[in-house]
């Protein structure tokens, strides 16, 4: 069974930086794709960003690019994600998954779901 834990919310002025975590159960990053995803109010979850078992390979949602950098610690079996320049836009519930099928931007390829946390952007 695998399991997630996100970690590093709060609350940032635009422009500002946050750094999140996601711990997960041993071994997971050796065999699991791991992707962030975030859900704002009134609004369906979206793709944030993904990175491979490997950690060859990343992905982003245009809306993030050049702005969040995702990475990996097989070591810790930690994924972070670093946000930068946060905009009032980026306030959501933060999730990380867990995908055996390798990294992609929907979620329905996630079998594991962390419980989330937030981020708040004040302008």
């Known amino acids: 069974q695998v399991q997630l834990v996100e970690s590093g919310g709060g609350l940032v002025q635009a422009g500002g930086s946050l750094r999140l975590s996601c711990a997960a159960s041993p071994r997971t990053l050796s065999s699991y794709a791991i992707g962030w995803f975030r859900q704002a109010p009134g609004k369906e979850r979206e793709f944030v960003t993904t990175?491979?078992?490997?950690?060859?390979?990343?992905y982003y949602a245009d809306s993030v690019k050049g702005r969040f950098t995702i990475s990996g610690d097989n070591a810790k079996n930690t994924v972070y994600l670093q946000m930068n320049s946060l905009k009032p836009e980026d306030t959501a519930v933060y999730y990380c998954?867990?995908?055996?099928?390798?990294?992609?931007?929907?979620?329905?390829?996630?079998?594991?779901w962390g419980q989330g946390t937030q981020v708040t952007v004040s302008s």
């Open positions: 990175i491979s078992w490997s950690g060859a390979r990343t």
């Open positions: 998954a867990a995908s055996v099928r390798g990294p992609g931007a929907n979620e329905n390829e996630y079998a594991y």
